[in-house]
């Protein structure tokens, strides 16, 4: 299982960002997806999830309404689109997989800040 991440930066609040993650080594269409984030000294924490199919997902609180995931099965990509970011949502994004563990990517850096 391989899952590369995508598009972090920096950006000024209010701005936007859309986040990828490649996957590969397992049947993508099967299995749900999800984001995660962990700002500096804090606990990773589940910001958005996805069905398999793509036909139900889930947001954090602090998140409903400003982003959205998605996933394209044909290109075996799950996306995070983030709107009106804070300050706040400065964290390093992770995609994840739950396939008899936990599998995680690398991460992408996202700073909110002008």
């Known amino acids: 299982v391989q899952l590369v991440e995508s598009g972090g930066g920096l950006v000024q609040p209010g701005g936007s960002l859309r986040l990828s993650c490649a996957a590969s080594?397992?049947?993508?269409?099967?299995?749900?997806m999800r984001w995660y984030r962990q700002a500096p000294g804090k606990e990773r924490e589940l910001v958005a999830a996805?069905?398999?199919?793509?036909?139900?997902?889930n947001y954090a609180d602090s998140v409903k309404g400003r982003f959205t995931i998605s996933r394209d099965n044909a290109k075996n990509t799950v996306y995070l689109q983030m709107n009106s970011l804070k300050p706040e949502d400065t964290a390093v994004y992770y995609c994840?997989?739950?396939?008899?563990?936990?599998?995680w990517g690398q991460g992408t850096q996202v700073t909110v800040s002008s």
């Open positions: 996805i069905t398999s199919v793509g036909d139900s997902t």
């Open positions: 080594g397992f049947a993508f269409s099967s299995y749900a």
């Open positions: 994840n997989v739950f396939k008899l563990r936990a599998y």
